[in-house]
């Protein structure tokens, strides 16, 4: 049970290139979601997913994609990279409840955009 | 627009003693409050979460506390640690119809627990 999966660790990219962060989750989890942190702003949602097919914007969606093409996978893409895009990003996972807001993260991908 | 907040950004204490987390809100359509423990270099992990139709959770050296009417949650630490030196996250979500669970976190606030 690797739990939550995120690769890369770190990236290194020029401005206007592309690229996508890898997240996957072994838990079953309906929900997945991205989030980023920046220094002095905590963790902002960027987007979330609430199962195969269906994906939602959070407080912070533009310059990003995400798709959701089965329950374990939640990539998300950055068309045309920005110096403000630069942060650190962590995926998270956990079961769609009424109850509990108990979500699994992982490790995170150190992104630095020059 | 800020809807969660932590106005301190750090907080230092000798070990054994009382740490005390603060963090505010102003959505009152938030029905759940967690706390999250971060070190560097890796995810945050869930430490202890309320409902809001509690006002105190306990588990082991931590408990949460809520006051609605003050839109304000604290954590308490007894005794602190070395090992407790980390980010603490405070989040908030709002379930609602939707049932999505979406996190809405402060800013952070570093503790240090000095030996």
Same mark, same amino acid.
């Given at each position: ?114 | ?28 359509? !938030?029905?759940? !409050? ?11 992990? !869930? ?69």
């Amino acid at each position: 049970n690797a739990g939550v999966t995120q690769t890369p660790k770190f990236q290194v990219l020029k401005t206007g290139q592309s690229m996508t962060l890898q997240c996957a989750q072994d838990m079953n989890h309906e929900y997945m979601s991205w989030y980023r942190q920046d220094p002095g702003m905590g963790l902002r949602l960027i987007h979330y997913s609430v199962g195969a097919g269906i994906t939602d914007q959070g407080e912070v969606p533009n310059g990003y994609n995400v798709s959701r093409s089965t329950t374990e996978d939640f990539p998300l893409r950055l068309l045309s990279a920005a110096p403000s895009q630069t942060s650190v990003y962590f995926c998270a996972s956990s079961y769609l409840t009424g109850v509990s807001g108990e979500q699994y993260f992982g490790p995170g991908t150190r992104l630095t955009v020059t | 627009d800020q809807q969660v907040k932590q106005n301190s950004p750090s907080l230092s204490v000798q070990e054994g003693r009382i740490s005390i987390l603060n963090c505010d809100y102003t959505n009152s359509m !938030f029905d759940y !409050f967690l706390w999250y423990k971060k070190y560097p270099a890796e995810g945050p992990t !869930f430490l202890i979460s309320i409902s809001s139709i509690k006002d105190k959770n306990e588990d082991g050296r931590f408990t949460v506390f809520l006051n609605k009417s003050a839109k304000h949650l604290s954590l308490h630490i007894v005794p602190s640690q070395p090992g407790d030196s980390a980010v603490y996250f405070c989040a908030a979500s709002s379930h609602g119809s939707s049932n999505t669970g979406k996190l809405i976190f402060g800013q952070g606030t570093t503790l240090q627990v000095k030996p």
